[in-house]
């Protein structure tokens, strides 16, 4: 691990640029030791008031009793997929085998029914496709006994996901609110679908 004098160095020696992208995107993920230095830098810099706000918001990190609020909100909201309002909204890792179709993994939060369709959809992909490779002879059977494996691992999976999501979008869920959480489950299974857009694009717009 870096030394407080050596990270000193380092975010000295970044430019604007650099200390505006580390501030924006990857506050949440440095050390404790780091976030002074970096908000050090912000200040000395006069980068702006709203940098630093963000910076604050990201490391506001949900726990305990908050955590399990935010949740049970996630678990009673509005499916992004079908737009009815549900109570078991649930994490979803959806992936398949095939090399003719993309994304090929996704982790999305969807409602019961509609993350069921999902998950059939790519069985039926690579069930079709999966074999258009040399090695599909075994990536196919391994595909299905995997998800065999996983299938008594669901729930875990769906509050892994659930919790990643809650981290990954800790500084967007503070600004907006718990309310505007189904916008941003929306947001994120679009970009996990989709990878057209850079889910920091929604960042950005809101600077």
């Not at 049970?72 to 179709?101: A, E, M, Q, R, W």
């Not at 996983?150 to 718990?178: A, H, P, V």
Request: hydrophobic share 35%.
């Amino acid at each position: 691990m870096l030394t407080k004098q050596e990270l000193t160095k380092i975010y000295t020696e970044f430019d604007n640029s650099e200390i505006i992208k580390l501030a924006t995107f990857e506050s949440k993920k440095l050390t404790d030791l780091a976030i002074p230095i970096l908000i050090d830098e912000i200040s000395k810099r006069n980068l702006g008031t709203d940098l630093l706000d963000w910076v604050h918001l990201e490391r506001n990190f949900f726990k305990g009793t908050e955590l399990e609020i935010l949740k049970s909100k996630i678990n009673t909201s509005v499916c992004s997929n079908c737009k009815i309002l549900k109570n078991d909204i649930k994490g979803f890792y959806i992936h398949h085998c095939s090399l003719t179709h993309n994304p090929n993994k996704s982790n999305l939060i969807l409602c019961e029914k509609c993350g069921k369709k999902a998950r059939t959809k790519n069985y039926i992909i690579s069930a079709t496709f999966g074999w258009i490779s040399t090695r599909g002879i075994l990536k196919v059977p391994f595909y299905f006994l995997g998800e065999l494996f996983d299938s008594f691992f669901r729930q875990k999976q769906s509050r892994k996901i659930i919790e990643e999501f809650i981290f990954e979008n800790t500084g967007l869920i503070r600004k907006l609110g718990n309310d505007r959480v189904s916008e941003l489950i929306n947001q994120n299974n679009d970009y996990q679908l989709s990878l057209k857009r850079d889910n920091r694009d929604y960042i950005l717009e809101l600077f």
